[in-house]
């Protein structure tokens, strides 16, 4: 299915170069939109595995996570960590209505992007864990702030 959208996405693209619009694609977008689309087939066959929630532990505090998507990454820009491996994300909400944020992992092996068994807990309950420098070609995590800092 992801071969098949990135197939289209291409087709569109090579379209859109022979009629005059070259100028207006970028294939950092392209690329983009094909790591949401893998993201949004990997969410869904997770779901469908386990009775249509993301089911994920909590590593910080134990809480077993039910999750349902409220939003997820459009692929507007692309989030590369390195040549191959790249973040999508999802916010989403647990059953006591609580908000959580994922960034979600994959890799890039062929053409195409699988998940690469990393989700981390970006906020939950409107509380960030943690936060991104991205001054570089590549995303870096940094650590939590503690409150003395």
Request: some cysteine.
């Amino acid at each position: 299915m992801v071969k098949l959208i990135a197939m289209a996405l291409m087709a569109s693209t090579v379209l859109c170069y022979q009629i005059g619009y070259a100028e207006e694609i970028d294939q950092k977008v392209v690329f983009a939109k094909k790591l949401s689309l893998a993201m949004k087939s990997w969410l869904r066959a997770e779901m469908q595995s386990s009775g249509g929630k993301l089911v994920l532990t909590d590593s910080m505090d134990g809480e077993k996570l039910e999750l349902s998507i409220v939003e997820l990454d459009a692929g507007s820009h692309l989030h590369p960590m390195s040549k191959t491996r790249f973040l999508s994300w999802g916010e989403f909400k647990g059953a006591k209505g609580k908000a959580v944020m994922l960034d979600i992992f994959f890799v890039l092996k062929g053409d195409d992007l699988v998940f690469d068994n990393e989700i981390s807990i970006y906020s939950k309950g409107g509380r960030n864990r943690y936060s991104w420098d991205e001054t570089g070609e590549y995303l870096k995590k940094l650590p939590p702030k503690t409150d003395a800092q």
